[in-house]
């Protein structure tokens, strides 16, 4: 299932996320008595994490919500590169269980460390962690998470955690999620704002063929649901 939903502008684009993000969250926590939410990098989701951050701190029981990162730049823990740090600057206050990549080592030991993290998830029949809700950005060529077109990241693989090299976005050393970590999200919902994103949101939409475009669809024929959310200036 997809839906997406266009707005004026970008606070309301924010503000729908953050009360749509709680809704998918509260639900999880009363049916498992846990949940897990996949943040998202990159700057779109920033205004999202403020209101959830100001406006939502009371609105479920935060120390029942697991958050990890989609993705995350090699380097400096602290540094300005990097997403977790981007986010839990924002976001910290909640009270979430959090699992935070060592993202200031190699991306191979990263990647395994990350991986070896995530195995406390809770499982899905399949095995595979279940992601009740992941955060996706995407960019003008179509990438999302940290995997992008035509590169090593898209090669099939049955990690859940992918080290990545010579990122066509800096920084050039990253770890990601990988597609197949996907077939656990139960929701995704993709923040996109900008012209510069029309294109590969339309790719995306269309045919899959793009990382982005390739995710959504994972997602949807393992019966998650796609949400897009998009600015005016994004949309069609
Ligand atoms: C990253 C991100 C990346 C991001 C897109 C969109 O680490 O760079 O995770 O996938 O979501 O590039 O970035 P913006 O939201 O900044 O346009």
Redesign the pocket.
Known sequence: MSDTRVFGDVNLLAKAAARQTVEILKAAVEEYDNAVWVL??????LPAYEIIAKDYIDALDWTKVTTII????VGPLDGPDN?WHAANQIIGNLPTIKLRPLSDQTAENAASNYAMQLASLPKLENGLPRLDLVW????TDG????IFPGHASLQPTSDLVIPVHDSP?PPAD?ISLSLRALQGAAHVMFLATGADKKEAIITAQANGHSPAGLAATIVETHDGSVHWLIDAEAAN
């Not at 989609?70 to 730049?73: I, M, P, S």
């Not at 996706?136 to 960019?139: K, N, Q, R, S």
């Open positions: 998202a990098g990159g700057s779109t989701p989609g993705d995350e730049r997403n996706l950005g995407i960019g990438h999302t998470l940290s976005k990253r």
